[in-house]
């Protein structure tokens, strides 16, 4: 069973899903399966920061948008992970020596 809190209501939650326009995304959920989880949906389809947009009186994300969100998104935690630190490259001294060079 899902608990919300007090500003967490199905209500407030129709909105959000109507908001980011969940119904045009292929393979999003119903609403109703989408209220059993729906901050996990969110994150799913790219509408991670709808809520804090929502607040601040902006409109979420088009569903288009999201989807490149959140692909730039997964590239790039990719090649962060895929990448060493320079520091770990060169060794903490030629790394040193590169960081003196730049602000001499």
Not at 5 to 18: D, H, L, Q
Not at 21 to 46: H, I, K
């Amino acid at each position: 069973m899902t608990h919300y809190t007090a500003t967490e209501t199905p209500e407030f939650w129709r909105a959000v899903y109507e908001a980011c326009q969940l119904t045009a995304v292929p393979g999003a959920p119903s609403f109703v399966r989408f209220l059993e989880r729906p901050r996990a949906y969110l994150d799913e389809f790219g509408q991670s920061e709808a809520l804090a947009s929502m607040a601040a009186g902006f409109h979420p994300l088009l569903p288009i948008q999201a989807a490149i969100a959140q692909r730039l998104r997964t590239e790039t935690q990719c090649e962060f992970r895929s990448s060493k630190p320079r520091r770990q490259l060169l060794g903490s001294k030629q790394a040193d020596s590169l960081v003196l060079e730049r602000s001499e």
